[in-house]
């Protein structure tokens, strides 16, 4: 009439035991899977990061950068060319540009060199180009900020050069470049005929 459940303690044991164990490996890999994600998460927001750093670089070395607008060059001794002088703007697009950072590299037949701004003036040398304000409506000379901004950047090139500067049909090819890598590349040629220019008279390049 009675039944009697006999329990085995040593096998209810030996069960708990592993339902235990099951429970421990199961937060374990909770543990990792979560350990896991974070590592993920933290790596795609390190790449997007980079992403749009390399990508903001790229743009800024497109449109970061001059226009030339207008070039002449300058009459010196012997029927040379012993001045270059470009009108520069923004380029379309582009952000501001401080000229005192940006650097021209200069290179004709004979000599290749890379100018900076002389801080102490417009007058330009063997080492330094000279910038002058034509037009800057907000004061802030050294820096192009608007497309209505003009500067005059001057160029020796008796002083590069040696001598009296650069002969007739003579090639120079200029890299501008601002300090975000932008640059814009002017390609001149100096007149076939200068005799009879008196010195110090502009010439169309």
Same mark, same amino acid.
């Given at each position: 009439?009675?039944?009697?459940?006999?329990?085995?303690?040593?096998?209810?044991?030996?069960?708990?035991?592993?339902?235990?164990?099951?429970?421990?490996?199961?937060?374990?890999?909770?543990?990792?899977?979560?350990?896991?994600?974070?590592? %993920?998460?933290?790596?795609?927001?390190?790449?997007?990061?980079?992403?749009?750093?390399?990508?903001?670089?790229?743009?800024?070395?497109?449109?970061?950068?001059?226009?030339?607008?207008?070039?002449?060059?300058?009459?010196?001794?012997?029927?040379?060319?012993?001045?270059?002088?470009?009108?520069?703007?923004?380029?379309?697009?582009?952000?501001?540009?401080?000229?005192?950072?940006?650097?021209?590299?200069?290179?004709?037949?004979?000599?290749?060199?890379?100018?900076?701004?002389?801080?102490?003036?417009?007058?330009?040398?063997?080492?330094?180009?000279?910038?002058?304000?034509?037009?800057?409506?907000?004061?802030?000379?050294?820096?192009?900020?608007?497309?209505?901004?003009?500067?005059?950047?001057?160029?020796?090139?008796?002083?590069?050069?040696?001598?009296?500067?650069?002969?007739?049909?003579?090639?120079?090819?200029?890299?501008?470049?601002?300090?975000?890598?932008?640059?814009?590349?002017?390609?001149?040629?100096?007149?076939?005929? %200068?005799?009879?220019?008196?010195?110090?008279?502009?010439?169309?390049?």
């Amino acid at each position: 009439m009675f039944e009697f459940n006999i329990f085995n303690r040593d096998e209810d044991a030996d069960r708990g035991q592993v339902g235990i164990g099951t429970l421990i490996v199961f937060i374990a890999m909770v543990l990792v899977a979560a350990i896991a994600a974070g590592v %993920l998460v933290n790596t795609a927001g390190f790449l997007q990061a980079t992403a749009e750093e390399a990508g903001q670089e790229s743009v800024d070395k497109v449109t970061n950068r001059v226009e030339v607008i207008n070039q002449h060059g300058t009459v010196g001794q012997s029927d040379k060319i012993k001045r270059l002088n470009l009108t520069v703007r923004l380029a379309a697009g582009s952000s501001s540009v401080n000229m005192n950072t940006t650097s021209i590299k200069y290179l004709s037949d004979g000599t290749v060199t890379t100018l900076t701004n002389n801080s102490d003036g417009p007058t330009p040398d063997a080492t330094q180009f000279g910038l002058t304000e034509v037009r800057d409506d907000d004061t802030s000379f050294g820096v192009l900020n608007s497309r209505d901004d003009r500067y005059e950047v001057a160029i020796d090139t008796a002083a590069i050069e040696g001598g009296d500067g650069l002969d007739t049909g003579a090639r120079v090819q200029l890299d501008i470049t601002s300090q975000t890598g932008g640059t814009t590349q002017v390609i001149l040629t100096m007149p076939q005929q %200068l005799a009879g220019q008196e010195e110090n008279e502009p010439v169309k390049l």
